[in-house]
């Protein structure tokens, strides 16, 4: 087996074309074949240098590699011109100036549903020539047959008059050379897909098999787009998702087998990958079910593990403690500085809300004994902690939240952090009570 990846450069990395790079890397790797990196590079006013290590970067952040490539499309023109005047040279193509005022004119002579036949002149564009009769069939691994009648067809603009190859003429040309088994890709190409197949009979090369996946959506049914959120790998990778939950997660938009499993490896979805299991109906992208299962991915990472991938993506150090804390409430990587934060850099300022609310005259009240309470231990630790302030709330009959929270804002100078005795165990002695004393 033989697939391919061949995403333009004109933007980040898609979801969409993610999981199409996914779908591709999963069907090569499963079957022992091999996956060619082309990059359809033809526009380039859009295919910048950036965007394509745009592209590569996000591939490489993913672990999906590849075994060829990458294969720049526009420094296989001269292939291009070659093939193309030999179609030219065997009358399967021909050259014409006709316009498109000039294929309406066509179609108003002939009907609006007949396929545009030009006349080969000297110049001009390069058009393939459709069979008058018959039809193209695109034989689809997801959705099945799509016939469409040749009588329908317009002859298709393959080259301009100076010879470059458009995208549908190129694109067969390279997945022949290439030896590609199989094209895997989004089903907004399925479009082109009959014009590429005759391509292939032009050439007399057998073409690839297709399989051409649904289009993702929003939770609202609408095609996804950054109303949704992320909307780009490396969106989601500032986000702090884990590869491996991407992987996962993408993997089952719109794919499933008989195990209704939610959290697969990615060893073990190579191994159970099968395109032909791809719905073709539309699959939903949901943000809030990928954090779920990236929080799951967290947890399931050993204590060094997690600490190194937050220093990484926080670009500090000394976290392992703080990360202990809080493993259990965060859901990604980008989830665990507005958490924890505040143990190295000191309360934030910005809570005014938490502030009015927890820091009135009786809270700060409460925070003074609980200030002598901690103040008077004789070893600070867990234990030790979480026996003087249940005392304190005992003495005050309180509840638990009367005396916690004016203490996580005093910590914190917020509402929310990670339990109270494990933040006040982590911070230490001093910084605690300096915290506390400061915030009555």
């Known amino acids: 087996?033989?697939?391919?990846?061949?995403?333009?450069?004109?933007?980040?990395?898609?979801?969409?074309?993610?999981?199409?790079?996914?779908?591709?890397?999963?069907?090569?790797?499963?079957?022992?074949?091999?996956?060619?990196?082309?990059?359809?590079?033809?526009?380039?006013?859009?295919?910048?240098?950036?965007?394509?290590?745009?592209?590569?970067?996000?591939?490489?952040?993913?672990?999906?590699?590849?075994?060829?490539?990458?294969?720049?499309?526009?420094?296989?023109?001269?292939?291009?011109?070659?093939?193309?005047?030999?179609?030219?040279?065997?009358?399967?193509?021909?050259?014409?100036?006709?316009?498109?005022?000039?294929?309406?004119?066509?179609?108003?002579?002939?009907?609006?549903?007949?396929?545009?036949?030009?006349?080969?002149?000297?110049?001009?564009?390069?058009?393939?020539?459709?069979?008058?009769?018959?039809?193209?069939?695109?034989h689809d691994l997801v959705r099945g047959d799509t016939t469409f009648q040749h009588v329908h067809l317009d002859d298709p603009v393959i080259a301009r008059a100076d010879g470059t190859a458009l995208y549908n003429f190129a694109v067969a040309v390279d997945d022949a050379d290439a030896g590609i088994t199989h094209v895997v890709r989004g089903e907004d190409h399925l479009s082109n897909t009959p014009k590429q197949l005759l391509v292939y009979v032009a050439m007399g090369v057998e073409p690839p098999q297709f399989a051409h996946l649904p289009l993702l959506h929003g939770p609202d049914g609408k095609k996804l787009s950054k109303r949704h959120g992320a909307a780009s790998v490396q969106e989601l990778r500032d986000a702090g998702y884990l590869p491996a939950a991407i992987r996962n997660y993408i993997a089952l938009l719109g794919w499933g087998d008989t195990d209704d499993e939610t959290l697969i490896s990615t060893d073990e979805l190579v191994r159970r990958f099968d395109v032909s299991r791809v719905s073709k109906n539309p699959a939903q992208f949901d943000e809030k079910k990928l954090r779920w299962m990236n929080g799951r991915y967290l947890r399931g990472l050993s204590l060094d593990e997690l600490t190194a991938e937050l220093e990484a993506f926080t670009g500090r150090t000394g976290l392992r403690e703080a990360v202990a804390i809080s493993r259990e409430k965060i859901q990604t990587l980008a989830d665990f500085w507005p958490l924890a934060g505040f143990i190295f850099d000191g309360p934030t300022d910005g809570d005014e809300k938490a502030r009015a609310k927890w820091l009135t005259e009786e809270g700060r009240a409460t925070l003074g004994a609980a200030h002598d309470a901690l103040a008077a231990l004789p070893a600070w630790d867990h234990p030790s902690i979480e026996a003087a302030l249940q005392e304190v709330l005992e003495a005050r009959e309180l509840k638990p939240g009367a005396l916690f929270q004016p203490i996580r804002v005093a910590l914190a100078g917020t509402a929310v952090s990670p339990g109270i005795f494990e933040t006040l165990t982590v911070l230490g002695r001093e910084p605690s009570l300096e915290r506390i004393a400061a915030a009555r």
Not at 42 to 51: I, K, M
Request: no cysteine.
């Open 1 to 138: 087996m033989r697939v391919r990846f061949a995403p333009s450069p004109t933007g980040a990395l898609h979801i969409g074309g993610a999981r199409a790079a996914l779908y591709n890397w999963l069907m090569a790797r499963g079957s022992g074949g091999t996956m060619v990196l082309r990059i359809e590079d033809t526009d380039r006013e859009r295919s910048t240098p950036e965007n394509v290590e745009q592209i590569l970067d996000a591939l490489r952040w993913l672990q999906i590699d590849w075994d060829e490539g990458p294969i720049s499309q526009v420094e296989r023109s001269g292939r291009h011109e070659e093939v193309l005047q030999q179609l030219l040279d065997a009358g399967h193509a021909y050259r014409s100036t006709a316009t498109g005022d000039d294929v309406k004119a066509y179609k108003a002579e002939h009907g609006a549903d007949k396929g545009f036949r030009g006349t080969p002149e000297a110049e001009g564009a390069v058009r393939l020539r459709v069979p008058d009769e018959g039809a193209t069939v695109v």
